[in-house]
């Protein structure tokens, strides 16, 4: 496929507390995302990136945590959020990383993959999805919950079952988010997207 017909996404792993459920849903999600064929994958795992918790004034500069990760957000076509629920809703450092940065959500499509107890992370995604329409950025109407993850484990410790409802869900939310990509794209470049 050229080049300029491929996808970037930036999957964001947004829990980084110890012993974490995310980086596992994310790697399941990045692999079949690369198996497509049509998208390239930048996973962003918010534990690695140290992004501070005190947000600065406009007139201050960037932190260079800051600065390292916005051209990676900036070259993003459409991101993932894999998200746990905690009380209800999101992590805070997840909101933390939202709120560091503007323009690179601005006119593009995200979804969600949300994990929890029997919600399946859903509360978490409802929020999220106000966020994301605040900064001007797109929720697409597909994301892909699971509710009592624990239970998707296969007999020999692989995650998730063969058979898990996930994993024909992923296809479609795929699906979605790469028409939103390629039209908001298109849409960016013949016309700058204003607020």
């Known amino acids: 496929m050229p080049e300029s017909h491929r996808l970037r996404v930036a999957v964001i ?7 974490r459920f995310g980086p596992t849903v994310a790697r399941w999600f990045s692999a079949r995302a690369v198996r497509r064929g049509d998208l390239d994958v930048d996973l962003i795992d918010l534990a690695e990136t ?12 960037l932190p260079p945590q800051v600065r390292a990760l916005a051209p990676r957000l900036a070259a993003a076509d459409a991101f993932v959020i894999v998200t746990p629920e905690y009380n209800q809703s999101f992590p805070a450092p997840l909101k933390t990383a939202i709120d560091w940065y503007y323009e690179e959500w601005k006119a593009k499509p995200v979804t969600f993959v949300s994990y929890g107890r029997e919600s399946g992370g859903l509360h978490a995604v409802a929020q999220l999805r106000q966020v994301f329409t605040e900064l001007h ?16 484990f296969a007999a020999d410790g692989s995650w998730p079952r063969p058979g898990a409802d996930c994993n024909s869900a992923i296809k479609t939310t795929l699906d ?19 607020t």
């Open 13 to 19: 792993i947004g829990s980084t507390r110890n012993g």
């Open 176 to 194: 979605q988010l790469a028409w939103w990509a390629h039209a908001l794209r298109d849409a960016r470049a013949a016309r700058p997207y204003t």
């Open 50 to 61: 140290r992004l501070p918790e005190v947000l600065t004034d406009q007139d201050e500069p």
């Open 137 to 152: 950025a797109v929720p697409i109407r597909n994301a892909i919950s699971l509710p009592s993850y624990w239970e998707l």
